[in-house]
Antibody
Framework: QVQLQESGPGLVKPSETLSLTCTVSGYSINSGYYWSWIRQSPEKGLEWIATINRGGDTYYNLSLKSRVSISVDTSKNQFSLKLSSVTAADTAVYYC????????????WGQGALVTVSS | QSALTQPPSASGSPGQSVTISCTGTSSDVGGYNCVSWYQQHPGKAPKLIIYEVNKRPSGVPDRFSGSKSGNTASLTVSGLQAEDEADYYCASYAANYYAFGTGTKVSVL
């Protein structure tokens, strides 16, 4: 059974960088599929942030691209998200998700990590 | 890059059917057969219930069905059960972007 688990600080100060890691179990990232970050807030609903594959090809939401970086560590079966210069508007539940291409859907989701931006 | 439009709420009695619409444009819903639907219970992560417009993942009851006409996709829940009370979101590929719907809260009366 594929499982994803987010980890990282739950509180980040404004203007700092949000960093999250997703640990995948039950499936090797090296075997394929794509891996994504999605966030959810009451104000914006569900919002796709970024996607990466095992080869390191990256795809970003253009509205966040200047602040976002996604990376993969196949040796640890993990992928990570960095979002810089955060503001209160970045407060959300962040999900790591497995993404199925080229049919385009998200089949396995982590439980979600609440990240609050506040001083 | 706009959100897909869904009605805020829908409801039905147990055993009845409810249909939720998801309206986009020719650049997303209308342009690709890549619409998916997700069910989310309070405090839980979304769960995939429909992909590729009308396909169900293993384990999802056949009470859930999807369709699409032009720029609008629809999710129908037949034979409503108490556990179907949840938020439902559509999503669509849109050329290097993934648009989500605004969400619909389904209540079982």
């Amino acid at each position: 059974q594929v499982q994803l688990q987010e980890s990282g600080p739950g509180l980040v100060k404004p203007s700092e960088t949000l960093s999250l890691t997703c640990t995948v179990s039950g499936y090797s990232i090296n075997s394929g599929y794509y891996w994504s970050w999605i966030r959810q807030s009451p104000e914006k609903g569900l919002e796709w942030i970024a996607t990466i594959n095992r080869g390191g090809d990256t795809y970003y939401n253009l509205s966040l691209k200047s602040r976002v970086s996604i990376s993969v560590d196949t040796s640890k079966n993990q992928f990570s998200l960095k979002l810089s210069s955060v503001t209160a508007a970045d407060t959300a539940v962040y999900y790591c998700v497995r993404y199925v291409a080229p049919i385009f859907y998200f089949d396995y989701w982590g439980q979600g990590a609440l990240v609050t931006v506040s001083s | 890059q706009s959100a897909l439009t869904q009605p805020p709420s829908a409801s039905g009695s147990p055993g009845q059917s409810v249909t939720i619409s998801c309206t986009g444009t020719s650049s997303d819903v209308g342009g690709y057969n890549c619409v998916s639907w997700y069910q989310q219970h309070p405090g839980k992560a979304p769960k995939l219930i429909i992909y590729e417009v009308n396909k169900r993942p293993s384990g999802v009851p056949d009470r859930f069905s999807g369709s699409k006409s032009g720029n609008t996709a629809s999710l129908t829940v037949s034979g409503l059960q108490a556990e179907d009370e949840a938020d439902y979101y559509c999503a669509s590929y849109a050329a290097n972007y993934y648009a989500f719907g605004t969400g619909t809260k389904v209540s079982v009366l």
